[in-house]
């Protein structure tokens, strides 16, 4: 602007990113976290029909499938759990140390795999487990 020119305001305007017809994403149904939904090859949960009678069967441990059926991760199924910051850290710690003494390193060792071995441990031991409490249960197990 110049001395005689009024100043000009110059004021953003802001479009909406989305073109067309919007249409509110289906709500997800809700999955009680002690049972995982089942699966279908799409990816996507399946959901029992109303009347059903398909029941989950119990899987046992399986050994790790062959690498022509795609990469190890992709062959699991997630689950989430949430573990106590010295859980984490002392696990980090031990999967640090047994990857340093690793003579063979064809497979990765992560934390995961840790754990699952601590959960084929515990289910190992699933007759001896009892108790009501987190506590309780622990010592069931324990030496």
Do not use: C, F, W
């Not at 759990?81 to 710690?93: F, I, K, S």
């Not at 995961?112 to 506590?135: W, Y």
Request: charged share 30%; net charge positive.
């Amino acid at each position: 602007p110049t001395a005689t020119s009024p100043l000009v305001r110059l004021v953003p305007a802001i479009e909406s990113p989305i073109v067309g017809e919007t249409r509110p994403e289906p709500a997800t149904p809700a999955v009680p976290d002690s049972v995982s939904p089942l699966v279908t090859e799409s990816g996507t949960p399946e959901q029992p029909k109303s009347g059903s009678t398909a029941v989950r069967k119990r899987r046992t441990p399986q050994p790790p499938e062959s690498d022509s059926d795609g990469p190890r991760y992709l062959q699991l199924v997630r689950k989430e759990a949430r573990l106590r910051t010295d859980q984490v850290d002392a696990l980090a710690q031990l999967r640090r140390r047994l990857s340093r003494r690793r003579a063979n390193r064809d497979e990765v060792l992560t934390d995961n795999t840790l754990i699952r071995i601590a959960v084929d441990l515990l289910l190992g031991q699933a007759d001896r487990l009892h108790g009501d409490t987190e506590s309780e249960l622990r010592r069931s197990v324990s030496p």
